[in-house]
């Protein structure tokens, strides 16, 4: 005698659909995630903003470590200070020159004897 099949009376309307696509049952789960993802990064980039702004917050002084009440840099005056003590710390004393060598300004009188021409 053969077997009769089993025939459910109140069969769901989605069961007959999952068994006719089976790759429908994943779909609702794979947007599940995306939506998920691009939900949560809202949340993600206003954590990293805020932190951001606690960042930037800082000057440029606080970021050196430098004292709000400093001296500021003036290039003009260091190069005056620079100059003025350079005018003091030195003084000019003449050496003797080696032989054979003429003054400045005065031509040798004749080129040296031991010089060969190619």
Do not use: C
């Not at 009376?9 to 995630?33: E, Q, T």
């Not at 004292?67 to 003025?84: H, Q, T, V």
Request: proline residues 12%; glycine residues 6%.
């Amino acid at each position: 005698m053969p077997t009769f099949p089993s025939n459910p009376l109140n069969v769901p309307a989605y069961s007959r659909v999952f068994r006719k696509y089976p790759a429908l049952f994943g779909v609702p789960f794979v947007l599940m995630i995306v939506g998920a993802s691009y939900g949560l990064q809202q949340f993600t980039q206003t954590r990293y903003e805020l932190h951001d702004q606690k960042v930037t917050a800082l000057s440029k002084e606080e970021e050196l470590g430098l004292a709000k009440n400093r001296k500021k840099f003036d290039i003009r005056e260091e190069y005056f200070k620079l100059s003025a003590a350079a005018a003091e710390d030195w003084e000019p004393k003449r050496i003797e020159r080696p032989k054979g060598l003429p003054e400045w300004g005065v031509p040798p009188p004749e080129p040296p004897a031991n010089s060969k021409r190619s």
